[in-house]
């Protein structure tokens, strides 16, 4: 029996008894069957809304386990999705390596390439080192205030995601630091950053992402890989500089 049912029979009960008593007590000192039904009955209509507004709240509760459960179904096909996601990674990733490691320079022409190559590298040097892996002495250093719930897998996961989105908006394109953008440049706390608007981060998340983020975001700030800056209206995602 959950609690909702407790309370709600003894709810009844006790205005049930309370019913009984003044009908007793009414009809005690002589009161006429006419007074003892007009104050019977107003105590009787609002022992019916209770037990109406008592069903409610069980109607309530049978969703709740509902949404629970349904949750629950979700947030372990997200896991499962997501070890998926970093097995096919590590493939990848193996796969790049042995390739990589078979390709032969070409000697034509790397004197006009190689300032633009060293460039591109130092960036990428840049933005990967801000938002470097979460090792497992890192992880266990976060507070569990800051940790919630979500694991240092996940926490990974969604660096390498933020690490993407950073990395088309700036260094695919050449650009060492943000946007240009004349509303943004104002922003003292923004220039000679890696930054992204909030808007635009999430909108290159899937929804399980978006959940992910939500858990995630106190533990990389806390690890001074990501930081959060509010400008006016405006909500901003900086790479923290090591």
Partial sequence: ?????????????????????????????????SDVKKVTDCLKQKNEELASLLHEVELIENTLKSCEIKDLKEHSVFFEDLEKFVKKMKTEENRQQE?????KP?????????PRQKRHSLLVSQLKDCLRRVEASDFL?????????????????????????FSEKYVHKKR???????????YESLKGRWYLPLTDLLAKFSPKEKV???????????LKRLEEIKEHDNIFIAAVLS
């Fill in 141 to 165: 250093s976060i507070p569990s205030a800051n940790r919630g719930r979500i694991g240092r897998i996940e926490l990974n996961l969604l660096l390498k995601k933020v690490y993407d989105i």
């Fill in 106 to 114: 070409n000697p034509i022409n790397t004197g006009a390439v190689q």
């Fill in 212 to 222: 992910c983020w939500k858990l995630a975001l106190p533990s990389l700030i806390y």
């Fill in 1 to 33: 029996m959950s609690i909702v049912d407790i309370v709600k029979e003894n709810c009844l009960y006790r205005s049930q008894q309370k019913v009984d008593n003044y009908t007793k007590s009414l009809l005690e000192f002589g009161a006429s069957s």
């Fill in 99 to 103: 390739s990589g490691s078979n390709t």
């Fill in 176 to 186: 060492s630091f943000a946007p240009k953008n004349e509303k943004k440049q104002e």
